[in-house]
C-alpha cells in the first residue's frame, strides 16, 4: 500500500509535508485564537490519515509536531483540541503510545483523542450536518472506501475552518480510465465530471493530463464552497513527472496568502523570484530543468493589461489578480516597481508622503488606459 510505505521512511518530501502542514497549522491558529478566545471557545486539528506518528526512523511525523506546537504555545495549549484517525489498529496504538509520551503532554487542556475506523459516507454526512468549531484538517480523500469531496465541503463549511489533503496524483491518474475504481473516481470528482475527464483524458500529453484533473477537481471543490485551492505538487526523485500533490483549501484569500507564502518558501526553485510551489528533489542537482519562462516579464504585462485604465493599492490588486497564479506579494510589489520606474504606472499617496519604492495600503497605483 503506497500509504504504508509512505510512513516506512522519512524522506525529503515527507520533511517538507509535515513543515508546510505544521507551519500553517501555527499561523492560522494565532489568527483565529483572538478571536475565539473572547467568545471562551476552542479551536481544533484534526487529522483523519493520522498514521503511528514517527517514521521508521525515529522522526516526528505532522500530528507529534502539531501537539508539540500547541503544547510550546500558552493560549494555544489550553485551546487546542486535536482528533486523530486512523484506519489500522496498529497505526493508532503506536500514535497513542507516542502521544503519551510527549514531554509536557500535560500543559493541553484537552486530552487528544485518536481512534481507529474508516472514514466513509457517515463521517461525509456527520461533518456536513454538525457546527464545528475553527478547525485545521488534514484528510485523505483517495484513501477510504466511497469516501467523496463530501468530506472536504464538511470541514470547511464552518468559520475559521480550512483543510489540506493528500492527493495521490499517480493513482488518480492512472485510476480514471480503470473500471476497477470508477466508484471511487465518480466519488472523487462527481460523476459527471468523472465521465468528462475520461472522454478527455486520452488525448492528452502527460503534462495537459495533469492540469486538466487538477482542473476539474478544483472546480468541484469550488463548487462545494472552497473558494480558493491551492496545490502544491511533488516530482519524483528524477523530476520528470508528479507523484503527489497537497491540495489546500479555504473560503477566505487570508488563509490562501498564508499558505502560498508558506508553499513558496517550501519550493525547491524559484525563477526570477517566483516559486514553482512544487518540491522536486533533482531540482537541487539539476537546476537547468526548471523553466526559463520569465515569468516577472509576464507579471508586468498582464498587469499591464489587466488592470488598465484603473487604480487600486498593492492589496487589492495581489488580492484580485494573484488567484490560481504563483505569484506571491513580494512579486507583485517587485513588478510594480519596474512598472514605476519605466513610468508605465504612477502611484501616490492619500496620507501626504511616501517612501519611495513602497506601496502601503494609502498608496494608489494608477495604469494607464490601453489606447
Known amino acids: 500500500m503506497a500509504n504504508q510505505k509512505f510512513f516506512e521512511e522519512r524522506t525529503d518530501q515527507s520533511e517538507v509535508k509535515a513543515r508546510i502542514v505544521n507551519k500553517y497549522f501555527s499561523t492560522w491558529a494565532q489568527v483565529v485564537m483572538p478571536t475565539v478566545a473572547k467568545r471562551g471557545g476552542k479551536i481544533a486539528y484534526m487529522d483523519l490519515y493520522a498514521g503511528p506518528g514517527r517514521y521508521k526512523d525515529g522522526a516526528a511525523s505532522t500530528p507529534l509536531l502539531v501537539l508539540q506546537t500547541a503544547i510550546n ?9 486535536a482528533y486523530f484517525n486512523d484506519a489500522d489498529g496498529d497505526k493508532t496504538s503506536t500514535l497513542q503510545t507516542e502521544i503519551d509520551s510527549i514531554p509536557g503532554l500535560g500543559k493541553l487542556k484537552f486530552k487528544p483523542v485518536v481512534t481507529c475506523g474508516e472514514v466513509d459516507d457517515d463521517a461525509a454526512t456527520y461533518f456536513n450536518e454538525t457546527r464545528l468549531v475553527p478547525s485545521f484538517s488534514f484528510v485523505d480523500p483517495f484513501g477510504y472506501k466511497g469516501l467523496s469531496l463530501r468530506i472536504v465541503q464538511g470541514v470547511i463549511k464552518d468559520w475559521g475552518c480550512d483543510c489540506v489533503f493528500f492527493f495521490n496524483y499517480n493513482r488518480i491518474n492512472a485510476g480514471i480510465n480503470n473500471p476497477g475504481v470508477k466508484k471511487h473516481m465518480d466519488a472523487l470528482f462527481g460523476e459527471e465530471r468523472a465521465d468528462a475527464l475520461r472522454a478527455r483524458l486520452p488525448s492528452l500529453t502527460p503534462e495537459l493530463r495533469e492540469a486538466a484533473i487538477l482542473e476539474e477537481l478544483a472546480d468541484e471543490i469550488q463548487s462545494l464552497g472552497g473558494k480558493y485551492v491551492l496545490p502544491f505538487t511533488f516530482r519524483n526523485s528524477e523530476g520528470t513527472r508528479t507523484s503527489h500533490k497537497l491540495i489546500f483549501v479555504s473560503k477566505h484569500f487570508k488563509g490562501y496568502e498564508i499558505m502560498k507564502d508558506i508553499m513558496a518558501a517550501e519550493s525547491s526553485t524559484l525563477d526570477e523570484g517566483v516559486p514553482s510551489l512544487t518540491y522536486s528533489p533533482a531540482d537541487a542537482s539539476m537546476p537547468l530543468l526548471f523553466s526559463l519562462a520569465q515569468p516577472m516579464s509576464k507579471l508586468k504585462n498582464m498587469l499591464l493589461e489587466d488592470f488598465a485604465g484603473q487604480t487600486l493599492s498593492l492589496t487589492e490588486i495581489y488580492e484580485r489578480h494573484s488567484v490560481g497564479k504563483p505569484y506571491i506579494k513580494r512579486n507583485y510589489r517587485e513588478a510594480l516597481i519596474a512598472l514605476e520606474a519605466a513610468e508605465s504606472v504612477s502611484a501616490y499617496s492619500t496620507k501626504g508622503t ?8 494609502h498608496v494608489k497605483i494608477q495604469f494607464k488606459k490601453v489606447c
Open 354 to 361: 511616501r517612501r519611495k519604492d513602497t506601496y502601503p495600503d
Open 73 to 81: 504555545h500558552p493560549l494555544m495549549s489550553q485551546m487546542l483540541t
